[in-house]
C-alpha cells in the first residue's frame, strides 16, 4: 500500500538528493475556472493531517473560500495560503483563483513560488483559459506541472486527452501516468517512471497491484514515448534508447526533475480532487522534483546575505490594519524586524502570523521559504522584494479595466471614507483602477468584468462599511457647430450705487475636427479694456460647457472683434458675463451637431471565436479595420476596430461568453465623430431629463 511511511523507501523509488530540499516549499495551485484547485487543496490538507476532514467548496466549509465574497458566489475571489507538512518537511500552497477576471492574485504570488500545479480537465471548451495560464507561467519562467482532474470522469482515452491539451503549451506535455480502465471507468493508474500500478481508494492513499498482461504492454509503450520526450534534452539517454539499454531508474528522475526545472517538460499526472486520487503520488513529485528557495532567489536575483521577503498580496483590514503576505526569501524575519522596501522607507514588523485561509494567528520568527502574514509594512506594496538592506520592486502586468462603474457614497458624510476604502481596494488587487474624472463629475471603478466589479463593491460595504451606488459611466459626448456667426453680447445691472456693465461682440466659427478651442482678441482702439480681455475668454469657455443640446463644445474659435465698457460700471465679473450671453445666443443659429467619442478596440481571442467576435463588434456599431493572427499565441487572433465609447459598456460580457471566458480587449481614444438621427435625439432627449 501507498503510505506517506514508505514514501522514500528503496522499494518505492531511488533515494537520493531531492530537487527543492532545504527551507519550506511553496506551490501554487492554478487552472482554469472550476477545474477542482480548492477541492485539490482540501484533500491535500486533509491527507495530510493539517485538518481533520476536508470541507466542501459548494458547502462553504473549505479552508480556500474563506472570505464572504468567495462563499456567497461559490467561487474562490483571491488568493488563499495555507501551510502543511508531509514526510516531515513544510509545505506552503497559494490557492489561486481560476476566473480571468481575478487573474491578477495569480500574477502577484508567481515570482516567489518554487513552483506551480495546474489543475485542469480534458475539456476543450476550458482550453483558451488553460492557454492563458500555461502563459503566464512560461514568461515568469516557473517549473509546472499538470493535474489532470476529474479522471473518474473521464470518456476519453488519455492520449487524446493529451492532444487536447497540448496546444495550450509552448512545451511538451509529458504524461508521467497513465490510467487503468475497467468497465470503461479508471480505477487506478500506471506510474511511468516508479514503473508501478496502483488501484485507487477513496480518500485514501492508493493500493499498489500487480503489473502485468495488457496494462504491462499498454506501460512499456508509453514509458518508452515518455523517455523519447525526456532525450530530445540528454544526449546520453538518447543514445541508450537507440541501443534499446533500459536507462536506470534514477536517471529517470533525475531527468524529470531537472526537465521539470528548467521548463523543457511539463508533466502530465492524473487523480480525482474530490475522490483524494492520485494525491500521494503528487506530493511525491513535488518533494522530490521541483526546486527550493534557492532557485526561486536565484530566478528573482536576490542575494541570501540580508533577510529579505517577497510581497504576494496586501490585505487592509477594515479597521485599517494593513497585512503582507510575504515568502520569506532569506534569512530570519521576527517581530520589530526593519524592513525597508521600494519607497526606502524602513517599517518595524509588528508581527509575524501564521496563515491558514481567512485565519491568521501570532507564531515566532520566520526563516527562508516560509510563506507567512507581515503585520504593518505600511510603505510596501504587492510585487516588492523588502529587505533589511533596502528594497525593489519587480514589475507586475497591470490589466488595462475593461469593465467600469461610476461609484458614490449612498451617504454624503461617507465621502471621505469611500475615497480611502477604493485606494486600499486597489493597493490589494492592481487589477482595480480608480479614477476621479473631473470632466464628467463621478469616481470611475474599473475592472477585468462583472464579477470582479461586483466583489469589489461588495468588499466595500462588507469589509470597510461604505454603502455605494454604481451606475454605467457618462459617456463623453461633445458638440460641434457646423457654421460660423456674429454675436453681440451685453449685461447690464442697475442696483442702487455701482451698476455692472459690459459689452463685446464676438466672432464664431468652427474648427477642425479635434483642434479643440481657440480664442482670438482682435480688438482695436480700446474698445474694451486689456485688463478684461481675460475675463471675456473665462466668460466664453464658462458658456462652451454646457452647448444647446447640453453638452461641452469643442473645435470652436471664438474672436472678440469689438465691444464698449463703463468708466464705472463695467469689471471682470460684468464681462465675464457678457460673453456667456454671448456664446449662449450664438451656438443655436451655428448649426450645433452632437460628437460621440470613437476608441480603437484590439480584442485577442481564440481564433474558432472570430467570426463571432465580428459579429458582435458589428452589432455595436463597429468599424472593423481587419484581424491578423496573435503573435507567439498559437490558434488565437487579434482583431482591430474602431467602436463608439457608448458601446464598449458590457463588450466584454458578450467577448467572454462567445470565446470561452479567455476573451479581454485594450483600448484607446481614438476620435471624435459626429451622431445624427434617432440615436442622436435619445441622448439629446437623455441628457434634457437628467
Known sequence: METPQSASTAGDRPVRARAGAGGTRAIALVGPFQSGKSTLLEEILARTGAIPRAGSVDAGTSVADGSAEARAHRMSCELTVATTRYLDEEYSFIDCPGSIEFLQEMRGALPAVDAAVVVCEADERKLPQLQLILRELEEAKLPHLIFLNKIDKADKRLLEALSILQPASSVPLLMRQIPIWKDGIVVGFVDLALERAFVYREHAPSEVVPLDGDERLRERDARFSMLETLADHDDALMEELLEEIEPPRDRVFDDLAKELCEGSVCPVMIGSALRGNGLSRLLKALRHEIPGIAATRARLGISADAPS???????????????????????????????????????????????????????????????????????????????????????????????????????????????????????????????????????LLGGQGEMHLRVAVERLSGRFGVAVTTRAPRIGYREAIKRGTTQRGRHKKQSGGHGQFGDVLIDVKPLERGEGFRFTDAVTGGAVPRQYISSVEEGVKEALQRGPLGFPVVDIHVTLTDGSYHTVDSSDQAFRAAARIAIAEALPNCVPVLLEPIHELTVAVPGEATAKVNAILSARRAQILGFEPRPGWGGWDMVRALVPEAEIGDLIVELRSASAGAGYFTSRFDHMAELAGRQAEAVVAAAKAA
Open 309 to 443: 521577503a517577497y510581497v504576494v498580496k496586501t490585505v487592509h483590514g477594515g479597521h485599517g490594519g494593513k497585512l503582507s503576505i510575504a515568502r520569506v526569501l532569506a534569512g530570519e524575519i521576527a517581530e520589530g524586524a526593519p524592513l525597508v522596501g521600494e519607497l526606502g522607507i524602513a517599517d518595524r514588523v509588528s508581527g509575524v502570523l501564521a496563515l491558514s485561509g481567512n485565519g491568521a494567528q501570532k507564531r515566532g520568527p520566520a526563516g527562508a521559504g516560509e510563506l507567512v502574514g507581515l503585520a504593518r509594512i505600511d510603505h510596501a506594496a504587492t510585487g516588492e522584494v523588502i529587505s533589511a538592506r533596502g528594497g525593489a520592486s519587480r514589475p507586475i502586468n497591470r490589466p488595462e479595466p475593461v469593465l467600469s462603474l461610476a461609484v458614490a457614497a449612498r451617504d454624503r458624510k461617507d465621502e471621505v471614507k469611500l475615497g480611502l476604502a477604493l485606494s486600499r481596494l486597489a493597493e490589494e488587487d492592481p487589477s482595480l483602477m480608480v479614477r476621479q474624472d473631473a470632466a464628467r463629475g463621478e469616481i
